[in-house]
């Protein structure tokens, strides 16, 4: 039977990636025109760094499901439906990260096995970078 340690801090997480998640969607859409200039297809989002906040404050996966949910809200409210579900993917990795790295207590990289655990995770980000063409 699924038993939690600390049901507080579950609620907490939840609520935290609910509106996380609600709030970075409706960024998506409302800052989507901000475009790189002279980039018709490369938008300026400075939304990017409240599910990365979250990951470093709450832990990974709580940053890792804003990304992922935040991502796909942003989508379907901008019509795209799940075409872009990848990206959705993706965001969830890129926000897991960094508080996965927190996690092991990597501030900086200062030896050789800190270094080891990052070289483990660019395959990853490699992979889901890629993704899209895998799965055509």
Same mark, same amino acid.
């Given at each position: ?50 599910p990365i906040a979250a990951s470093l404050l709450c832990g990974p996966f709580t940053g890792g @499901? &804003? ?5 796909? *809200? #942003? ?7 799940? $075409? +872009? ?10 926000? @897991? &990260? ?5 996690? *092991? #207590? ?7 096995? $800190? +270094?080891?655990?990052v070289l483990m995770i660019l395959p990853v980000l490699i992979l889901t970078r890629n993704i ?5």
């Amino acid at each position: 039977m699924f038993h939690l340690q600390h049901p507080g801090r579950f609620v907490r997480n939840l609520a935290i990636i609910m509106a996380g998640s609600l709030v970075y969607g409706l960024l998506n859409k409302l800052l989507s025109s901000w475009l790189l200039p002279g980039a018709d297809i490369i938008a300026i989002r400075p939304q990017l760094i409240l599910p990365i906040a979250a990951s470093l404050l709450c832990g990974p996966f709580t940053g890792g @499901f &804003i990304g992922l949910f935040g991502n796909l *809200f #942003g989508d379907l409210y901008s019509g795209y439906g799940f $075409q +872009f579900w990848h990206w959705s993917v993706t965001n969830f990795l890129i926000r @897991f &990260i960094p508080g996965t790295v927190r996690w *092991f #207590g990597i501030g900086g990289i200062k030896n050789l096995n $800190q +270094f080891a655990l990052v070289l483990m995770i660019l395959p990853v980000l490699i992979l889901t970078r890629n993704i899209e063409t895998l799965s055509m």
